[in-house]
């Protein structure tokens, strides 16, 4: 391992995360190539179904013939298995490069050390483990689903100084945010990034939430109501066709709907279980789970998250709904947005 190497390994993390949100159900992928020390290529996965990392690289060496004595880097192990498009592997060999430096294997069933194998069984030299730690922190969520058989799980919630996330009743005159619009950007880009946003019913009564990423340029998540017995108005926002909703419930509506699909669950049973077995069974990837208060305890009292988004305004209600009991100390980070600080811990 090289100084070299890391710096850049660290520019194929670097390249990788421009995909995050859009390449799913595949990983965020980064690659670079070099010759006597120097950049001759670079690529990222941009978006499933279109050129990996590793063929984007390659097509923007402008001298081919220098491949021959060049080495490629890649954050995360070149695929082996034809899928919409053709093996990684096999296109290194084909160019004849000699060197492989690779981030991290892939806990793909399908490519799980196949790749290294290939290119090794090629003769090339190939290297493994180089900042292995930020490469897979890099595809967090595509690690955790096919190694936990799970989504990724955010918990995102916003409190008042107070310790409040909602007004004990729905009054006009209370403050309807609790955050400011710097924090609610915030919010819809994060939303832009997972796939899958999860409420309760009273949640939804309450808000009546969109659940969009209309204060962002991206796509919508999957919007996951839990509404035990369908009593959520037809007339409200998760009901619409503006995005795919999916709700859980004892009663299923039978009636075809154009971007609406129920799935019936067990509320004897633990709900972030079944959550998690479901979303992993539709391949997502990751969920953000919003609340209300019950749903958010429940995934923290049975330790079913990775990642709490803590949202604190300079807002103060006095009386109201109280937070989630929140005893989690490992903080990562906080950032702030004017009067807001965001709190966001790890669940290590």
């Known amino acids: 391992m090289t100084g070299f190497d890391n710096e850049m390994m660290k520019r194929c ?9 859009s390449t799913y159900p595949n990983p965020m992928v980064g690659s670079v190539i070099t010759c006597k020390g120097k950049i001759i290529g670079e690529g990222w996965h941009k978006k499933a179904g279109e050129p990996h990392a590793e063929v984007n690289a390659i097509n923007s060496v402008k001298n081919k013939e220098l491949l021959t004595k060049s080495s490629i880097y890649v954050s995360l192990e ?10 990684c592997s096999d296109l290194i060999i084909k160019h004849k490069i000699p060197k492989v430096i690779i981030g991290t294997t892939d806990p793909f069933a399908k490519v799980c050390g196949n790749g290294i194998k290939k290119l090794k069984d090629a003769g090339c030299e190939v290297i493994v483990g180089i900042l292995e730690k930020e490469c897979q922190e890099l595809n967090k969520r595509f690690f955790t689903f096919h190694q936990k058989k799970r989504p990724y799980i955010f918990l995102k919630w916003a409190e008042t100084r107070d310790g409040f996330i909602a007004p004990e009743t729905k009054n006009e005159i209370a403050p309807k945010w609790i955050t400011n619009s710097y924090s609610k950007q915030f919010v819809h880009k994060m939303r832009s990034q997972e796939q899958a946003i999860l409420v309760g019913t009273n949640t939804v009564l309450h808000d009546n939430p969109k659940l969009n990423t209309r ?3 991206g796509q919508n998540p999957l ?3 839990v509404d035990k017995d369908l009593k959520i108005p037809r007339t409200f926002s998760v009901w619409n066709d503006e995005q795919p909703t999916l709700f859980l419930s004892e009663n299923i509506d ?3 709907f154009k971007n609406t699909s129920f799935e019936r669950i067990d509320f004897s049973e633990s709900l972030p279980q079944q959550v998690c077995d479901l979303l992993f069974e539709k391949n997502i990837q990751s969920l953000i789970v919003e609340g209300g208060r019950a749903i958010l305890q429940q995934f923290i009292n049975e330790n079913l998250w990775d990642e709490a988004f803590i949202f604190k305004g300079n807002t103060s209600f006095g009386i109201g709904r109280q937070a989630p009991d929140f005893q ?3 903080l990562i980070t906080i950032y702030e947005f004017e009067n807001d600080k965001l709190f966001i811990y790890k669940n290590l």
């Open 78 to 87: 070149p695929c082996s298995h034809f899928g919409k498009t053709p093996p």
């Open 254 to 256: 039978n009636k075809l």
């Open 223 to 225: 919007r996951v109501a």
């Open 215 to 217: 204060d962002w340029f």
């Open 13 to 21: 993390i670097q390249l990788a995360n421009n995909g995050l949100g």
């Open 328 to 330: 989690q100390k490992t």
